[in-house]
């Protein structure tokens, strides 16, 4: 069963559009962070986020911690090319902080 | 590049046999993790080492085990190997024990292993 599920699954965009991404979970965690991960690579860390209802803003990328902290969600605005990968978001809940459950992915494509 | 290294890339074997996978942690970390990410599991954790000695454990099989050195690399063991083993294994570092707060994995490129 996974604990944080994410959505949607699979994105194509054109360049320039804008998206979000939601990582949902029924348990509270007590950081949630997002990595995003490129073809043949590991998944390089976007931001960490702590404070249920947090804000976090990465350039075009915008982060939010639901109140509960038991969501997530995750816009692009203007998206590039570059912006391609999978995006996978990661909670450490309270007591089990040195595991780190990761969500189901959201693999983004963006084309010219 | 993170700073993590993991040999061998890629690895192609055959059931039953038995493989071993290593990881370098970044120069600092303490704190090793094994992943394993398949396209209909994604990224599953496994094991995590602290300076020697095993911190947590996740979803590994009783076929799989791992350990730290004292200079702190790590290796991963599989053996009867599956066909379902096939996946790719991530290996991951961090400088604290735990992840609580803003503690940060940086991962490896990981080692794509095939089963057949």
């Known amino acids: 069963t996974q604990l944080l599920e994410q959505s949607p699954q699979f994105l194509s965009i054109q360049e320039g559009e804008n998206l979000t991404v939601y990582c949902n979970s029924s348990?509270?965690?007590?950081?949630l962070q997002w990595y995003r991960q490129e073809p043949g690579e590991g998944p390089v860390l976007l931001v960490t986020?702590?404070?249920?209802?947090e804000v976090k803003k990465l350039k075009r990328l915008t982060f939010q911690f639901g109140d509960a902290r038991k969501d997530s969600s995750l816009h692009i605005t203007a998206a590039q090319p570059g912006d391609t990968g999978l995006y996978l978001c990661?909670?450490?809940?309270?007591?089990?902080?040195?595991?780190?459950?990761f969500g189901t992915g959201t693999r983004l494509q963006v084309t010219l | 590049d993170s700073g993590v290294t993991q040999t061998p890339k890629h690895l192609i074997t055959a059931t039953g046999q038995r493989v071993t996978l290593r990881c370098s942690p970044r120069?600092?970390?303490?704190?090793v993790y094994w992943y394993q990410q398949s396209l209909d599991q994604g990224l599953q954790f496994l094991i995590q080492?602290?300076?020697?000695?095993?911190?947590a454990k996740g979803n590994i099989l009783e076929r799989f085990s791992a350990q730290q050195f004292p200079d702190l690399h790590s290796e991963l063991n599989l053996s009867s190997l599956e066909l379902g083993d096939s996946a790719l294994y991530f290996c991951?570092?961090?400088?604290?024990?735990?992840?609580?707060?803003?503690?940060?994995?940086?991962f490896g490129e990981g080692s794509r292993l095939t089963v057949l």
């Open positions: 120069s600092g970390d303490l704190s």
């Open positions: 080492y602290y300076n020697g000695e095993e911190r």
């Open positions: 991951a570092s961090s400088v604290q024990p735990g992840l609580a707060g803003t503690g940060e994995l940086f």
């Open positions: 348990s509270v965690f007590s950081s």
């Open positions: 990661a909670g450490a809940m309270t007591g089990t902080a040195s595991k780190l459950t």
């Open positions: 986020v702590v404070t249920g209802g």
